[in-house]
């Protein structure tokens, strides 16, 4: 018999849950289930077919097949990113055995202890798990728990309790806080922005040093979510996301190579030629305005030797980026042509420069 809740907070007691709930976990799926799952894989295959990007996920959801299985209480409350989630757990169970309470004030006051609908949804799961409560407390907690899930975001409330444990994970990893890239993850599943309008969000939320752990994040907690007993969506609103994570790959895989051949190279920091990365493929045609804010204070600075490098360095950096991560259509073809005017406005610039400096050469003096 599970006990009580105040002892959910130690390991023994953990333990005990954890064995208690294995044990209910053995029956077998249904053939129903196993239905569903083939189907939810064909349909998912057939809605990310045309992105080449996607075989390893596909793969990775073929050797799955989207077993189900039961979780115990631990490993539920692990999900649970709430600060000190044991002892708010334990007064919300004293709130709802408190009869004179109403069921609205009570629902305010759930609320307050845990501010996150899928972390109040866990916890609530996890009181009703508990075979003593009278029966008076678990009518209450499961009036409770319909009012959540009327008033929650049904996407946003699964999302949420799904990818919890990645977000735990990686919170420790980057040491941020877990609860904020949970909410990455549901304002991404919400999105329609493009690759590099999401990139700019996490540089600025996070720092560039973590742009692409997000990325990681983002990714194992999208399959994750797919592959879970209860998807936070359909199977046809994965497909779009399948496919902008294949294009975010992308744009990590091209982030990795024009910052790879460019940083260390001049006095250029790392935030300024991601700024200018993702300006470009955003704006080619303000190319001289990109390059101006990322580099032009050092062109003023450096000679004519020093400055064509440089420009010939950005430019086989933007000529080798995938022409399909820009904004506009031709922009490989003008950068090309724009970079190759900024070389005969240099070479002519430094020509007119030495003149001034030096005089005219005696053939051409009247």
């Known amino acids: 018999m599970i006990t009580g809740l105040p002892h959910l907070g130690g390991r023994a007691a953990q333990a005990r849950l954890s064995r208690e709930l294995a044990a209910e976990s053995q029956a077998?799926?249904?053939?129903?289930?196993?239905?569903?799952?083939?189907?939810?894989?064909?349909?998912?295959?057939?809605?990310?077919?045309?992105?080449?990007?996607?075989?390893?996920?596909?793969?990775?959801?073929?050797?799955?097949?989207?077993?189900?299985?039961?979780?115990?209480?631990?490993?539920?409350?692990?999900?649970?990113?709430?600060?000190?989630?044991?002892?708010?757990?334990r007064q919300l169970l004293a709130l709802t055995a408190d009869r004179q309470l109403p069921l609205r004030l009570l629902m305010q006051q759930a609320a307050a202890l845990f501010a996150d609908d899928s972390d109040l949804a866990l916890i609530l799961g996890l009181l009703l798990r508990q075979s003593d409560l009278p029966n008076e407390t678990r009518r209450r907690l499961l009036q409770l728990e319909q009012a959540l899930r009327e008033r929650a975001c049904p996407k946003r409330l699964q999302a949420g309790i799904n990818t919890a444990l990645k977000a735990r994970l990686y919170g420790r990893r980057m040491a941020v806080r877990a609860c904020a890239l949970r909410e990455n993850y549901r304002d991404f599943l919400e999105s329609d922005g493009e690759a590099a309008d999401h990139y700019e969000q996490w540089i600025g939320l996070y720092g560039p040093e973590h742009r692409h752990s997000v990325l990681s994040f983002l990714e194992e907690s999208l399959l994750t979510d797919i592959q879970g007993q209860d998807p936070s969506c359909s199977l046809h609103e994965f497909g779009p996301l399948l496919i902008l994570l294949g294009q975010l790959k992308r744009l990590r895989s091209a982030d990795r190579m024009f910052v790879g051949a460019l940083l260390g190279r001049f006095a250029v920091s790392e935030l300024d030629w991601l700024v200018l990365l993702l300006g470009i493929l955003r704006y080619p045609h303000a190319l001289d305005e990109l390059l101006q804010q990322a580099v032009g204070p050092i062109l003023l600075q450096v000679d004519a030797v020093a400055r064509a490098s440089l420009l010939q360095c950005v430019r086989r950096a933007c000529l080798t980026l995938p022409e399909q991560l820009f904004s506009e259509e031709h922009a490989l073809l003008y950068l090309a042509e724009r970079f190759e005017h900024l070389a005969d406005s240099s070479f002519a610039a430094e020509a007119l420069l030495q003149r001034h400096r030096h005089g005219l050469p005696p053939a051409l003096r009247g």
Request: proline letters at 5%; hydrophobic letters at 35%.
């Open 28 to 89: 077998p799926a249904t053939e129903v289930q196993d239905d569903n799952q083939d189907a939810r894989s064909n349909l998912l295959q057939h809605a990310v077919q045309s992105s080449d990007d996607l075989a390893q996920v596909m793969a990775q959801f073929r050797r799955r097949q989207f077993e189900l299985k039961s979780e115990s209480a631990s490993e539920l409350f692990e999900r649970v990113l709430e600060d000190d989630a044991p002892p708010k757990a």
